[in-house]
């Protein structure tokens, strides 16, 4: 009886020592978001298709980097650009952009796309002249495309919005106060 009196009178700080650090720890901890889950969830949303006035955009096979120096989210996509009653033109596209959270969805959001590159398989003097005309709005189609999404199990460990998050060469990271 009175080992067990002795083990409570041990026990019963340490846990509630356990209970007052354990929000302090996870308020300081940071979530960490690996860059092949953020590719993953991107090859779940293509193939993206989006319509512009007459054209039709496709976007697919996304490839993500990541830049810790500049916190920016560099990507290329195959695309397709369709026109009724023309050959489609196929081609690469690469951006490089910031993001946005919406604390709502739970979700990171390109913002403010630069067009980096666009090449086209194949393309003719015309072909070129759309190219130029149609970089401009290529950008604007990307601006709010959703790069990752917190899942519920993650939000189960964070329930508030992440006070910062920053962009690191391997991943994004989310800290939380």
Request: proline share 7%; no cysteine; charged share 20%.
């Amino acid at each position: 009886m009175r080992l067990l009196r002795r083990n409570t009178l041990i026990a019963l700080p340490v846990a509630l020592l356990a209970l007052v650090i354990s929000p302090a720890l996870r308020a300081i901890s940071p979530f960490f978001v690996p860059k092949f889950l953020i590719k993953l969830f991107l090859q779940n949303q293509t193939p993206f298709v989006t319509n512009w006035m007459i054209f039709e955009f496709s976007f697919s096979n996304p490839d993500v980097n990541l830049a810790k120096k500049d916190q920016r989210i560099f990507l290329s996509f195959d695309i397709r650009i369709s026109v009724p009653n023309t050959i489609a033109q196929n081609g690469k596209v690469a951006i490089s952009s910031s993001f946005i959270y919406e604390a709502n969805s739970h979700t990171i959001f390109l913002k403010d796309p630069i067009l980096t590159s666009i090449n086209f398989d194949q393309v003719d003097e015309r072909g070129h002249q759309l190219i130029k005309q149609l970089s401009p709005f290529m950008k604007e189609l990307l601006n709010g495309y959703p790069i990752y999404k917190l899942r519920p199990e993650d939000l189960k460990l964070f329930p508030k919005a992440p006070s910062s998050i920053l962009v690191e060469d391997d991943g994004i990271r989310f800290y939380f106060s």
